[in-house]
C-alpha cells in the first residue's frame, strides 16, 4: 500500500526511490533527507515526499538523551532501522553506521552493512570518513551495498578532532576535503552527506564531484539538504544548531496540550466513566 499524498512533490518519481536514481539527478533536481527514528515520523515524511529517510546515530542524542553518537549501537540501528522501512513505501531508507561498526575490519564492515539491508530493510548505508574510508566504501560496495560517504564535520570522531565547528574555512582545510569528497566519490559513494562546511568549499566540492552532495550547516548550494527533523519542525529537547529554521513549533504544541490534558484532568473531565457503547479510539 502507498500513502503517498496525491499533492506530495516528488522530484518526478512516485515510485521507489533507489541510489542510482538519487545519483543520477546531479544538477537534474534538488534532493531532500530527513532523519526518521519511528513509524510515525517515517509514514509522514514518506508521505510528503522526502527523497531519503536516514536513521541517523542522531538517534542517540535525540531519542535517547546521550550526550553524544558515540554510545549508539549497532542494535539500535536496526530496530529503528526496520521500523522505519516498515513505514516507508517511495522513500529510500538508509541506515547509519554506528561508531566501530565500521571502524574495526574490512569484514566487520561488510558484515554490519549487510545486516541493515538483510535484517532491517535498508535500501543503504552511511559511514563518516573520507580518504581513510575509500578501502571500507570499496568492499560494502563491491558486496551490493549502496553507500553514502560523509564528510566535515563527522561526530563520531569528536574527542579527536576536538569538538563541534565549521569546516574547510582554511586553504589548508579546503584542500583536505576536496581531496575526501574526491577519495569517496571515486570508492562508489552514490552521494555524499558535506556537514558544517564552509559554504564557499561545499559549493567548490559540489563542482568538483560527479555524485550529488547532500548539505547540512554548508549553505544552499549543495545538490540536496539534510536536517534532522526534530530540528526542522521544532521539536528538539536542547541545542538546536545555528544553521536551522525551524518551520514549526511541535515542542510547543505539546507541552499546549499536555498542560490543557492536565487543566481537563483537575475539571474532572478526564475521570468521568466512558458512556457504553460510545465509539471509544483505544490503543
Ligand atoms: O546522524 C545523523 O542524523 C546524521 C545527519 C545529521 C547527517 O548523520
Redesign the pocket.
Known amino acids: 500500500m502507498t500513502y503517498l499524498a496525491n499533492s506530495a512533490p516528488t522530484n518526478g518519481i512516485r515510485k521507489r526511490v533507489t541510489a542510482p536514481w538519487v545519483r543520477a539527478q546531479k544538477n537534474l533536481c534538488k534532493l531532500s533527507?530527513l532523519?526518521a527514528y519511528d513509524f510515525a515520523f517515517a509514514t509522514l515524511l514518506d508521505r510528503a515526499g522526502i527523497d531519503m529517510l536516514?536513521v541517523?546515530?542522531?538517534?542517540g542524542p535525540?531519542i535517547y538523551g546521550t550526550p553524544n553518537?558515540l554510545s549508539v549501537t549497532l542494535d539500535d540501528i536496526l530496530r529503528h532501522t526496520r521500523t522505519v522501512s516498515s513505514a516507508a513505501t517511495r522513500a529510500l531508507v538508509i541506515a547509519?553506521l554506528p561508531f566501530l561498526s565500521y571502524q574495526v575490519s574490512l569484514e566487520q564492515a561488510v558484515t554490519n552493512a549487510g545486516r541493515c539491508l538483510k535484517e532491517a530493510g535498508a535500501h543503504a548505508v552511511?559511514l563518516?570518513g573520507g580518504v581513510e574510508q575509500t578501502e571500507t566504501i570499496r568492499a560494502i560496495v563491491r558486496a551490493g551495498i549502496p553507500v553514502v560517504a560523509?564528510i566535515g564535520l563527522t561526530?563520531q570522531s569528536v574527542h579527536a578532532v576536538g569538538g563541534y565547528r565549521t569546516y574547510g574555512k582554511t586553504e589548508a582545510e579546503r584542500d583536505l576535503l576536496l581531496a575526501d569528497a574526491k577519495a569517496v566519490a571515486e570508492a562508489g559513494a552514490f552521494c555524499v552527506?558535506l556537514?558544517c562546511v564552509q559554504e564557499a568549499t561545499a559549493t567548490e566540492i559540489t563542482k568538483a564531484i560527479a555524485v550529488p552532495t547532500?548539505g547540512?550547516g554548508s549553505g544552499s548550494n549543495c545538490d540536496g539538504q539534510?536536517?534532522?527533523t526534530q530540528d526542522l519542525v521544532g521539536l528538539t529537547v536542547g541545542h538546536v544548531p545555528k544553521f536551522v529554521n525551524p518551520v514549526a513549533d511541535v515542542a510547543g504544541i505539546i507541552s499546549a496540550a499536555a498542560q490543557s490534558f492536565v487543566a481537563r484532568m483537575n475539571d474532572g473531565e478526564e475521570s468521568k466513566p466512558v458512556v457504553k457503547g460510545e465509539n471509544v479510539i483505544s490503543h
Open positions: 533527507m532523519t536516514l541517523g546515530d542522531s538517534l535525540v553518537t547509519d552511511k563518516e560523509h561526530p552527506v556537514e547532500i547540512i539534510v536536517l534532522v
